[in-house]
């Protein structure tokens, strides 16, 4: 009998996704200095796709074709998006109770020294509701190609590194 493919209804393949987009999402919080930081992120996101296929192969003794490497990375990177989106929005929720994003980013770049003009106009797009509105949802656009992304390259790498031929 030919195993069940590759997708969300297959709970062999959910399970180990979802913990490798746990274990991601938590390697993703170690604090590093912001050079460092960036590519801790994109290594944590490979890493998730790639121990997605380690884990379904752990658990079920079958090698993986690319392909099912690849939807074995995206399924964890919509669970890493899904994540992040929570955190996101309680960050959000947290920030606009102690005054707005746009106060919140004007204390964070003043405290770096950082306001020139375009930082100025940044700052102005965030208090109007349309731009803010458009900051937000441009940025969980970003967020989610790279968090799907990054997790699908992943798992195509494990596929092919671990796979036994």
Do not use: H
């Not at 940044?122 to 799907?148: C, D, H, K, Y």
Request: glycine share 8%; aromatic share 12%.
């Amino acid at each position: 009998m030919a195993p069940a493919p590759i997708s969300f209804r297959n709970p062999l393949a959910v399970r180990p996704a979802l913990l490798a987009a746990a274990l991601a999402s938590l390697l993703m919080t170690v604090p590093l200095p912001p050079p460092a930081s960036m590519g801790w992120l994109l290594l944590s996101l490979l890493l998730g796709g790639f121990l997605a296929v380690w884990f379904y192969r752990r658990r079920n003794s079958a090698d993986l074709s690319v392909r099912d490497g690849m939807k074995m990375g995206w399924i964890t990177g919509m669970f890493c998006f899904v994540i992040a989106t929570l955190f996101f929005t309680l960050s959000v929720v947290l920030i606009s109770r102690k005054g707005g994003l746009a106060s919140f980013y004007r204390e964070q770049f003043a405290a770096r020294g950082a306001m020139d003009a375009n930082v100025e106009q940044f700052l102005e797009i965030l208090q109007n509701p349309a731009g803010l509105a458009t900051v937000l949802l441009l940025s969980l656009l970003f967020v989610f190609v790279f968090f799907t992304l990054l997790p699908t390259i992943g798992g195509a790498l494990g596929a092919k590194l671990l796979s036994r031929d």
